[in-house]
């Protein structure tokens, strides 16, 4: 008789310990679900920021070749314009623009979706 009370005193301590558990790891869930779709957004809004960034370094470089005098090999219009930039392949899909009235030039990149950095755009007067 004293053996099955003592066996029936452990099995109630391992239900109750077993339903502690189960209630810790229920607060961690509930915790952890908000935590990581805030980590998920962040995460996307980083790399919208960064091919923002290496779209505006590729365009601004581009800009400065263009207005030391490579414009004059330009046809007057709005045509695609080929980047060397090996950082390019770091970018989402998307087509860089160049477009030439007289002195003047407009260099854009354009991605092809949104919410993959936003355009950039650099317009200069040749000299």
Not at 16 to 42: H, K
Request: hydrophobic residues 45%; aromatic residues 6%.
């Amino acid at each position: 008789m004293v053996t099955q009370t003592h066996s029936t005193g452990r099995a109630r301590e391992r239900g109750a310990l077993q339903a502690d558990l189960l209630v810790a790891m229920a607060i961690i869930a509930v915790a952890m679900i908000p935590l990581s779709a805030g980590f998920m957004t962040e995460q996307k809004v980083l790399r919208s920021h960064y091919w923002h960034a290496v779209a505006m370094e590729i365009v601004d470089g581009e800009m400065e070749i263009l207005v030391a005098g490579e414009w004059r090999a330009l046809p007057e219009g709005t045509q695609t314009y080929p980047v060397k930039a090996g950082a390019a392949k770091n970018l989402p899909p998307g087509k860089f623009t160049i477009t030439r009235t007289g002195k003047a030039l407009r260099l854009e990149w354009t991605p092809d979706k949104g919410g993959s950095g936003g355009k950039v755009v650099r317009e200069a007067v040749a000299k």
